[in-house]
């Protein structure tokens, strides 16, 4: 039979209230310390599960952040997760996964979810746009942040690119570098960056946008290959991957000058074709942008200004001095 408060109160030899506040951590729980262990003894002994879906609404708290993502496939949002996971826990919440598999219809429907579980908070890592939710939201003042993202609306986190942009085009320049090719994966302030900064380096400056769909991926690459440009910059980690494997297996004697994206380190970025990475501390970016969610839950913070976070730009022998010392330690997949 499922035990109950009153058994816990009546194994501890104390109030059914008493159990009550202890448990839930009520800040007038007034007792001694012993009082205090001996409920607990009474919770283990007689196996007592509290019922934490009624705590939640007495208090009004579920104690649950959400995190709307579309692909945990993927090591770096898996890796955001890992980090998201293990800070919510730090903070004593628990975090809600929810998938929309890059579909906009669902984004929404699973953001909607998540408010009628009642979580206290939310992390979005899709694109919110304009639409009725987004306004009940904002006029609501839901706690919410959006991630990698500019919003007028919304309380946003995102990787500020340009110092460490300005480094790669000057060591493209510094390399004899004429013209450089961007190569555009999904959401990025990359071109509109590289484009300045190509024009204050007096080096040409083309762009062209990766599509999403894998089966026209791999076409798209390997036009570029034929077509050749002599330095490539690419914002998205993946692609950059593949293209490197589509130019050693069918382009071997092109080598372009390469910069790439990526917010951890990867084994692969030892890769000598690399010139450059432009790297970003994304531990401490889902740290911040938690840590920032919570006091927004806890009322303690309502600043709407963006959290900003700096990239670097690191040559391939600094990265490489990085991975000696860092990399078989902390990459995770």
């Known amino acids: 039979m499922k035990a109950t408060l009153s058994d816990v109160a009546r194994e501890a030899g104390v109030s059914r209230s008493l159990v009550s506040k202890c448990l839930a951590g009520a800040p007038d729980a007034r007792m001694r310390e012993e009082t205090r262990r001996r409920i607990e003894e009474a919770v283990r002994k007689c ?53 929309c598999d890059f579909n906009r219809e669902e984004e929404l429907e699973h953001l909607r979810a998540l408010l009628e579980y009642r979580v206290d908070g939310i992390l979005y890592c899709e694109h919110l746009g304009e639409n009725d939710l987004a306004e009940q939201l904002r006029k609501e003042q839901f706690p919410i942040m959006l991630m990698f993202q500019e919003s007028p609306s919304f309380p946003a986190a995102r990787v500020d690119y340009s110092s460490a942009l300005a480094d790669a085009v000057k060591e493209l320049a510094r390399r004899g570098c004429r013209e450089l090719f961007c190569i555009r994966c999904g959401e990025s302030p990359w071109s509109r960056i590289l484009r300045r900064e190509c024009r204050s380096a007096g080096l040409d400056f083309s762009v062209r946008f990766a599509p999403l769909k894998p089966e026209e991926l791999i076409p798209f690459l390997d036009r570029i290959c034929r077509e050749a440009p002599p330095a490539i910059v690419l914002n998205g980690w993946r692609t950059g991957l593949l293209l490197l494997r589509r130019i050693e297996a069918l382009f071997p004697e092109y080598r372009p000058e390469f910069i790439l994206n990526s917010h951890f380190d ?45 990239a670097a730009f690191l040559s391939a022998a600094d990265f490489r001095k990085l991975a000696r010392n860092n990399l078989l330690r902390d990459f995770p997949y």
């Open 266 to 310: 990867h084994p692969e970025f030892l890769n000598p074709r690399i010139t450059g990475i432009v790297r970003t501390d994304l531990e401490l970016l889902v740290r911040r942008s938690v840590e920032s969610l919570i006091g927004r839950i806890r009322g303690e913070c309502a600043s709407g200004d963006p959290l900003l976070f700096p």
């Open 47 to 99: 196996r007592y599960l509290p019922c934490r879906l009624a705590q939640s609404l007495k208090q009004g708290r579920s104690r649950t952040i959400g995190l709307v993502i579309s692909d945990l496939r993927n090591p770096f949002w898996s890796l955001f997760a890992d980090f998201a996971l293990r800070e919510t826990k730090r903070h004593g919440y628990r975090l809600l996964i929810s998938l």
